[in-house]
Every structure is written in structure tokens, then in C-alpha cells.
T-cell receptor, first 111, second 115 residues
Framework: RKEVEQDPGPFNVPEGATVAFNCTYS??????FFWYRQDCRKEPKLLMS???SGNEDGRFTAQLNRASQYISLLIRDSKLSDSATYLC????????????FGTGTRLTVIP | DAGVTQSPTHLIKTRGQHVTLRCSPI?????VSWYQQVLGQGPQFIFQ???????GRGNFPDRFSARQFPNYSSELNVNALLLGDSALYLC??????????????FGEGSRLTVL
């Protein structure tokens, strides 16, 4: 079983739409959770960390449900520049570099 | 400030050959990790080095090896290349002080094609 499972999409949404991604993780001992963004043929970059209390950064909101072992990312008012692959990431040890990445969910925002 | 730099950016090898990939972390970062990203998949952890010592190893065969130098740069070596080794190899650095956010800073990667 994969450590992190994501719906690969693709999600094609119009500008201004709200879109939500979910992922599940298998190890209940997982400590830290992140969403990374990867543009086509580029390296992954941290979008935001995910906390149990939920956190928001502008149009982006991330939630963690430890009981159900799932993580979500909500993007409001989608922009063309949001088109990318969104990678769900967990690690077993806080601050460790052994990150488990999901397959990624591809988002295309359409004009 | 320079980010994580990797070389070469692209290379083509044939089966059975070996390859050495190089990485320079962000100045001040002492931890370097290597990831393999096959097309259509998320990155998969290969190695982590901190202060020149191996701190973690993913589920990769012994054909994969790495090392970290006193200046914290790192090399990833892959011997006896197979077609399935074709991938983007990403190097990432971090502070790893225990107080940082856990964010990894990735280089642009070395794209390896094995023919």
C-alpha cells in the first residue's frame, strides 16, 4: 500500500472556480504534512504546511484530519497561474527529510 | 542568493553504464536529500545525508550510492544503469536544525535518460 494516495486528476476548472483536492496517508504515526506545487518540468516547491487546526494562506486553505488520515487543499477563486500539479506530502519524523510524496493531482485552470 | 544547484541538467546513458550526479545545497544548509521522480509519479526518497553521514535510505538497490563532502555538496552514483532508472533526479537541501519548518528546497533536477 502506498504511503500517500491522491487522485491524479486531471482537474479542469474555469477561472474563478473553487476546487478541492484530498489525499490519504497510511501511517497513523505520520508527523508532518505538506502540500507542494510542481509546475511542468520544474522542481517541487512548498505551497504550505498543514496543521490539525487548519491553516489558510490567501486563497489556499489546508486541513488535516488525523482520525481519518486525510489531508485536503482548497483553492478559491482559481487563477490561470494556479495550473500545476499539487503534491500531497507526509513525513514520519518532524523536520526529517524523508518525505513521502503522493502521485500528485494535476490542475488546469481554463480561461 | 543561489538556490540548490544540480549538474548535469540532462544526460543520456546506455544500459550498464554508470552515472554521477552532483548537487550543491543552499549556503548554510547541511542536509542534502536525493529523490527520484519517474514521469507521472511523485518524487521517491533515495538518500539523506547530514554532516557527511547517511541519515536515511529509501527502498533502492545497492546500485545507488551517495556521499556528502565537507562543503556539504553531494554526489549520487548509479551503477549498472537500467532502462527503469530513466527519471528526473532531484536534490533537496534543508537546515535540519529541528526548529525549521521541514521545508525542502529542491534543485531543478538532473534528467537522466537510459537507452
Amino acid at each position: 500500500r502506498k504511503e500517500v494516495e491522491q487522485d491524479p486528476g486531471p482537474f479542469n476548472v474555469p477561472e474563478g472556480a473553487t476546487v478541492a483536492f484530498n489525499c490519504t496517508y497510511s501511517n497513523s504515526a505520520s508527523q508532518s504534512f505538506f502540500w507542494y506545487r510542481q509546475d511542468c518540468r520544474k522542481e517541487p516547491k512548498l505551497l504550505m504546511s498543514v496543521y490539525s487546526s487548519g491553516n489558510e494562506d490567501g486563497r489556499f486553505t489546508a486541513q488535516l484530519n488525523r482520525a481519518s488520515q486525510y489531508i485536503s487543499l482548497l483553492i478559491r477563486d482559481s487563477k490561470l497561474s494556479d495550473s500545476a500539479t499539487y503534491l500531497c506530502v507526509v513525513t514520519l519524523i518532524r523536520g526529517a527529510n524523508n518525505l513521502f510524496f503522493g502521485t500528485g493531482t494535476r490542475l488546469t485552470v481554463i480561461p | 542568493d543561489a538556490g540548490v544547484t544540480q549538474s548535469p541538467t540532462h544526460l543520456i546513458k546506455t544500459r550498464g553504464q554508470h552515472v554521477t550526479l552532483r548537487c550543491s545545497p543552499i549556503s548554510g544548509h547541511k542536509s542534502v536529500s536525493w529523490y527520484q521522480q519517474v514521469l507521472g509519479q511523485g518524487p521517491q526518497f533515495i538518500f539523506q545525508y547530514y554532516e557527511k553521514e547517511e541519515r536515511g535510505r529509501g527502498n533502492f538497490p545497492d546500485r545507488f550510492s551517495a556521499r556528502q563532502f565537507p562543503n556539504y555538496s553531494s554526489e549520487l552514483n548509479v551503477n549498472a544503469l537500467l532502462l527503469g532508472d530513466s527519471a528526473l533526479y532531484l536534490c533537496a537541501s534543508s537546515l535540519l536544525t529541528g526548529k525549521d519548518t521541514g521545508e525542502l528546497f529542491f534543485g531543478e533536477g538532473s534528467r537522466l535518460t537510459v537507452l
